[in-house]
């Protein structure tokens, strides 16, 4: 019985050996959430058609004014009403990035690689790229 538990611990000893790729810490993971939303509402504002049929493909008060249509989107945007609330839309897309869970799950599986490839990122594109090389 001795002998095996020394094999098993050889074995479990020789595991815990080899050099395992750098995690990503909870400061990285809380990095990558906000560069993400910043990217993402960047990105919807420089694409306002796409930013207004998401924006009422959710079903209660979009906050837009009723007197703004898809056409006219654009201009609100552009004016302080609409900038006001674009920022708005900013905070809540950020807090839902992140969640607590979503958190934990990166500082558990996501890589140093994959913050810096994040983090690198300039567009939606680019971070689905990361995620494609990323572990499951």
């Known amino acids: 019985m001795r002998a095996w538990v020394g094999v ?14 750098p995690r990503a810490t909870r400061d990285d993971c809380l990095q990558v959430a906000d560069h993400t939303a910043d990217m993402l509402v960047e990105y919807l504002v420089a694409h306002p058609d796409m930013f207004w049929d998401g924006v009422h493909n959710n079903p209660g ?3 837009i004014p009723p007197d703004v249509t898809k056409e006219t989107f654009p201009q609100f945007l552009a004016s302080p009403d609409g900038k006001a609330w674009v920022e708005k839309r900013h905070v809540r897309t950020r807090e839902g990035l992140r969640d607590e869970a979503d958190i934990k799950k990166c500082t558990g599986v996501q890589t140093k690689k994959w913050v810096a490839c994040m983090l690198a990122s300039s567009k939606p594109e680019d971070g689905a790229a990361c995620d494609a090389s990323a572990p499951p």
């Open 8 to 21: 098993v611990m050889l074995v479990a000893l020789g595991c815990g050996s080899k050099k395992s790729k």
């Open 61 to 63: 008060d979009t906050g």
